[in-house]
């Protein structure tokens, strides 16, 4: 690795109510995109675009309504043009999520179904002018689909490395979001998988949120049940990944409790939160009344208003230089950040609604302040050049370069 990864996904459903478009990534402080998400159907493995609309049609400004129809426009040729200007720049496309998760289970276990996933996954990447593919499947929940999704990921890297030796590319990326909650990683064949990937991304946070009957932090780095450091440490040792290979999660959001003592105590229910009941963007945190408290101890923040009982955990500058900091003196990968709109000190979103969990709230960007540590504490970021060349693609300009 030459460098250190900074690692965000971006949701092609942010261009609507977020009004967060391509052009806003902050591209010099990222090394990697995961483009947030494909679908795949249950009953045939096919794996397809979620939104083509976002991810292909929509004019940006500069597209022309002149050019024929048969040209890529949309998000993904707002990569293309963001990686032609910034070629450490690398674009993943991520297949799956919390929402599309269910879908894998008949398809890891079916050799058809998963030769279909694979050929038109690695279709996507050739016509799209990818760098590679992240898998997001939550999450195998026995040993039949354990070992289909060690046999998924097997046969995605064969699939890339052929694709790779037809058009003349360079290394195409293979990637998954890989699980905290040692329930979800203790059925994970990690040693059998850790040869086909280039690196895991550790969804570090959601340790706690609204499912739970207790109040607590959901990304700490060290104490209670679920940690950070637990999970790093049996990927590293019982795993035996190497620690250059594991990105460590940073939430751009946080999750509330109301009707709360803070920490540890019971709640009764979830603030409005920013687009979903509970969950604030960072960008919007914290909320007026509450003071924010740093967890020393867990390497974890909150803030809390006791006229409300609301305590909302979530990463401030504070902790995020802590985990930056951990993250180097662990040796670890980088970090991955889920996701880029959330964070603050991005520039205007044009025509956004404000209010309550909309209006930013004045703060430092989380993915500025771990790039500069790793940058100045660590050995820099991930240069590793994307590609460009895409001769066999379905769309003429991409195929030109634009």
Avoid at 59 to 73: A, I, K, M, Q, V
Avoid at 80 to 108: E, M, N, Q, T
Wanted: charged share 20%; aromatic share 12%.
């Amino acid at each position: 690795m030459s460098g250190m990864r900074q690692v965000g996904y971006f949701t092609n459903w942010g261009i609507y109510g977020r009004r967060f478009p391509p052009i806003l990534i902050p591209t010099q402080h990222l090394t990697h995109i995961l483009y947030a998400f494909a679908n795949l159907r249950a009953g045939t493995g096919e794996v397809f675009l979620s939104d083509e609309w976002s991810d292909k049609d929509i004019h940006y400004p500069g597209d022309s309504w002149e050019e024929p129809n048969t040209n890529l426009f949309g998000n993904f040729k707002q990569f293309a043009l963001l990686k032609k200007h910034h070629r450490h720049l690398k674009l993943l496309l991520s297949i799956g999520g919390w929402a599309y998760s269910a879908s894998f289970d008949p398809v890891v276990v079916n050799p058809q179904l998963r030769a279909t996933f694979v050929a038109t996954a690695v279709k996507l990447v050739e016509d799209f002018g990818l760098d590679g593919l992240d898998v997001d499947y939550e999450y195998p929940k026995n040993d039949l689909q354990s070992q289909g999704f060690l046999e998924l990921i097997r046969e995605l890297r064969m699939a890339l490395d052929a694709l790779e030796r037809r058009i003349g590319v360079g290394r195409l990326s293979l990637t998954i979001a890989a699980p905290c909650g040692s329930e979800q990683y203790k059925k994970l064949y990690l040693k059998q998988m850790d040869p086909f990937l280039d690196f895991w991304n550790l969804m570090a946070y959601d340790y706690a949120g609204s499912w739970d009957s207790v109040a607590n932090h959901q990304a700490n780095i060290l104490g209670l049940a679920t940690n950070t450091t637990a999970a790093v440490q049996y990927y590293h040792e019982t795993g035996q990944i190497p620690r250059s290979k594991l990105v460590v999660g940073i939430p751009l959001y946080g999750r509330s409790f109301v009707a709360c003592a803070g920490p540890g105590t019971p709640f009764n229910g979830v603030g409005q939160g920013s687009w979903e009941a509970g969950v604030y963007d960072y960008r919007s945190l914290p909320p007026p009344g509450a003071t924010v408290y740093y967890d020393r101890e867990a390497i974890a923040s909150y803030s809390f208003d006791p006229a409300k009982g609301e305590m909302i955990s979530f990463d401030d500058g504070a902790t995020a230089r802590a985990k930056a900091e951990w993250i180097v003196r662990n040796n670890l990968g980088g970090a991955m950040y889920w996701e880029i709109s959330g964070d603050k000190d991005l520039g205007p979103r044009e025509g956004m609604e404000g209010g309550e969990g909309k209006t930013e709230v004045p703060g430092p960007s989380l993915i500025k302040i771990v790039s500069n540590i790793f940058t100045q504490v660590g050995p820099g970021l991930d240069k590793t050049p994307n590609r460009l060349s895409y001769p066999t693609s379905k769309f003429p300009n991409l195929r030109q370069g634009f």
